[in-house]
């Protein structure tokens, strides 16, 4: 292979398995009556700062908060279905369905 092309390969390479690695994940659980939700990313990297939002089924926007620097995020438990989205801008967004979360105390 000529260098230019292995040259070319190698670095597309590289880049698809940069974007691989960065894809947003994201994983929520019950504390309490508290919804903790962590966003990330597939390499192992945090989120801190970053966005995440809480939405109706019709794609209402219930909340929003903010990773903290342990890239952590806090929510109250709304009430009916609703699903929870860190979108980066890159990649398809990270969804958490609120079925995938345990029954809040109580219930």
């Known amino acids: 292979m000529?260098?230019?092309?292995?040259?070319?390969?190698?670095?597309?390479?590289?880049?698809?398995?940069?974007a691989q690695?960065?894809?947003?994940?994201?994983?929520?659980?019950?504390d309490g009556r508290e919804i903790v939700c962590s966003p990330g990313f597939s390499d192992g990297s945090a989120a801190p700062g970053m966005e995440v939002r809480?939405?109706?089924?019709?794609?209402e926007i219930l909340q929003k908060g903010v990773a903290d620097g342990?890239?952590?995020?806090?929510f109250v438990r709304p009430q009916g279905e609703f699903?929870?989205?860190?979108?980066?801008?890159?990649?398809?967004?990270?969804?958490f369905d609120h079925a995938d979360l345990p029954p809040a105390a109580g219930r």
Request: proline fraction near 8%.
């Open 2 to 18: 000529r260098p230019a092309l292995l040259g070319a390969a190698l670095l597309a390479g590289l880049v698809a398995g940069a």
């Open 54 to 59: 809480v939405y109706s089924y019709a794609d």
């Open 21 to 30: 690695a960065h894809t947003p994940m994201l994983d929520c659980r019950m």
């Open 70 to 74: 342990q890239s952590r995020v806090r």
């Open 83 to 95: 699903y929870i989205r860190f979108d980066p801008g890159h990649e398809a967004p990270a969804e």
